[in-house]
């Protein structure tokens, strides 16, 4: 069965330090990968995706997502961070029947 | 514009009482989903449906009913035997896989209070 795991419940990190913020992923075959972000009571917002291609995917807001198979991992970037990207983010894989598959979150905070 | 409207934002129910939220959506889309939200466990799938008066549950269905009569529109009902309903409700949909990647769009959600 498909599945994603989010490690850590929080990421912490100044503003202007790169970000990074972990995803793995189990599925059988090839995988259809998905972030997204959420503000406090606000529906999902699609940040990017990996279908096929290029292993690093740039999506919006300046972030980024290198897809590694070997690690079977899609870890999110963004260079510098701000202030307002402080929310929570989900890492997604697609199931059957165009299904999303989520996982638990991680709560990005960014310091000033 | 184009979206996905869920209404009401906020609701309170007492205990024993069916509520039923609105989805609709106006992008032509032919797939809907209904996910519930609880903290720290993610997105849970309660129904969807890949077309027009028909629809399969997901992983966490029951206490819940759902109805696709029209392309635009899939309401969820939480009924009373839902045991613990108190969460975030998020409706979704999607275009066929094969268009655009398969992401889905989400509307802005449902907060449901059992008093």
């Known amino acids: 069965a498909q599945s994603v795991a989010q490690p850590e419940d929080q990421v912490n990190v100044a503003e202007g330090n790169p970000l990074t913020v972990k995803c793995t992923y189990s599925?059988?075959?090839?995988?259809?990968l998905f972030w997204y972000v959420q503000y406090p009571n606000r529906g999902l917002q699609f940040l990017l995706k990996?279908?096929?291609?290029?292993?690093l995917v740039k999506g919006s807001y300046g972030f980024e997502a290198e897809f590694n198979k070997s690690q079977t991992s899609f870890h999110l970037k963004k260079p510098s961070a701000l202030v307002s990207d402080s929310a929570l983010y989900f890492c997604a894989v697609k199931g059957g029947y165009n299904k999303l598959i989520f996982g638990a979150g991680t709560r990005l905070a960014v310091h000033p | 514009d184009g979206g996905i409207t869920q209404s009401p934002k906020y609701l309170f129910r007492k205990e024993g009482q069916n509520v039923t939220l609105s989805c609709e959506q106006n992008?032509?889309?032919?797939?809907m989903y209904w996910y519930r939200q609880d903290p720290g466990q993610g997105l849970r799938l309660i129904y969807y449906s890949q077309i027009v008066n028909d629809f399969q549950k997901g992983d966490i269905a029951e206490g819940y009913s759902v109805s696709r009569e029209k392309k635009e529109s899939f309401p969820l009902t939480v009924t009373s035997a839902q045991k613990n309903p108190t969460a975030f409700y998020l409706c979704?949909?999607?275009?066929?896989?094969?268009?655009?990647?398969?992401?889905?769009?989400f509307g802005e959600g449902s907060r449901l209070t059992v008093l």
């Open positions: 599925v059988s075959g090839n995988p259809y």
């Open positions: 992008l032509n889309h032919d797939a």
């Open positions: 990996y279908i096929t291609g290029d292993n």
């Open positions: 979704a949909s999607s275009p066929p896989f094969g268009g655009q990647g398969g992401e889905l769009f």
